[in-house]
């Protein structure tokens, strides 16, 4: 579930030589390149369907049962179409020296924004996208192919169940953006869920996760409440109408166990096209109002959004 969020690109962008934009170019002029209308295909339980870009030659939002999933721009990788993908592309770009590769799980695919823009902004990073939805995969793969030389393995399969197959310390960072029908799946909400996350990070790497919640906002202050059982930093940024909890809409949850660069986290979510806010630390443990964590058997799935959400 995703909310557009202006023109403006991720803060992590780098310019490229002529020769380089000619390539993209290239690329982008692939299958979903040459369309200029809309392909829809059934995917697995759903029907997932391409819409052009009209501002953007090569661009496309994929949409699954009309809720939108990921915006993609086959010339331009770096550029960060929805709100909480911009968040989490600064994410990425501050877990580590600019430019520096990084070993990345993606969980949920979608069409690979996140992969692509890091494989963009950190070359020779190694990233492992598990996507439960085998003939999206596919979809995706073939209307908006992948960078062949992108360091980018994909499994489809159940995001807990890939996760489990991933060795210990694997990871700098973990990002989790999983939806089946607008709603994160229960399994993937509760403290054994982050505790095997927490298995596959290095120490002191990072967890990322996109939340999606509306008034009261009691699923939201559930998964802080979750994540402070299993990390000991936390920060969390949104909206200010999803703050008070005025509309639904996504929030993006940081947590690990070193000290989170909240000071420029916070600068570049205020500058967004859309400002954001982020809390942390006392504020944000307020913000909670003593919720309790969630485990594999009270785990419940994120609530659906209303039909107003994706207007």
């Known amino acids: 579930m995703a909310r557009r969020g202006g023109s403006g690109g991720g803060a992590g962008a780098r310019k490229r030589s002529d020769r380089k934009a000619e390539n993209r170019t290239e690329r982008g002029a692939g299958r979903a390149g040459r369309r200029t209308e809309p392909l829809a295909e059934p995917v697995d339980g759903s029907l997932a369907e391409l819409v052009p870009d009209r501002e953007r030659p090569h661009?496309?939002?994929?949409?699954?049962?009309g809720a939108p999933q990921s915006h993609v721009d086959l010339d331009d990788p770096t550029f960060l179409s929805f709100e909480y993908q911009r968040r989490i592309g600064h994410i990425a770009d501050l877990v580590a020296p600019s430019g520096q590769p990084?070993?990345?799980?993606h969980l949920g695919g979608g069409a690979f924004t996140l992969a692509r823009y890091i494989a963009a902004t950190r070359p020779r990073s190694t990233q492992q996208v598990i996507e439960v939805d085998a003939a999206l995969v596919e979809l995706v793969r073939r209307e908006l192919p992948l960078d062949p030389q992108a360091r980018i393995r994909v499994r489809?399969?159940?995001?807990?169940?890939?996760?489990?197959?991933?060795?210990?310390?694997?990871?700098?960072?973990?990002?989790?953006?999983v939806f089946s029908g607008a709603r994160t799946p229960a399994h993937l909400t509760s403290t054994e869920f982050l505790a095997e996350v927490r298995r596959v990070l290095k120490p002191g790497?990072?967890?990322v996760a996109n939340l999606a919640d509306g008034p009261p906002l009691t699923h939201l202050r559930g998964q802080i409440a979750t994540a402070a059982t299993v990390f000991r930093e936390l920060a969390l940024a949104a909206d200010p109408t999803v703050w008070r909890g005025r509309r639904f809409g996504n929030a993006v949850l940081l947590a690990s166990d070193l000290?989170?660069?909240v000071a420029e986290l916070t600068r570049r979510v205020a500058t967004d096209p859309h400002p954001g806010r982020v809390e942390h630390g006392r504020a944000l443990a307020d913000f909670t109002g003593g919720a309790a964590a969630v485990n594999d058997a009270g785990?419940?799935?994120?609530?659906?959004?209303?039909?107003?959400?994706?207007?």
Not at 59 to 65: F, I, K, P, V
Not at 102 to 105: E, I, K
């Open 156 to 177: 489809a399969t159940d995001a807990r169940a890939g996760l489990g197959k991933i060795q210990d310390g694997w990871a700098d960072l973990v990002i989790a953006d």
């Open 59 to 65: 661009a496309w939002t994929l949409t699954l049962d």
């Open 102 to 105: 990084l070993h990345v799980v």
């Open 259 to 261: 000290p989170l660069k």
């Open 299 to 311: 785990a419940r799935p994120s609530p659906a959004p209303p039909p107003s959400a994706f207007g």
């Open 205 to 207: 790497g990072s967890y």
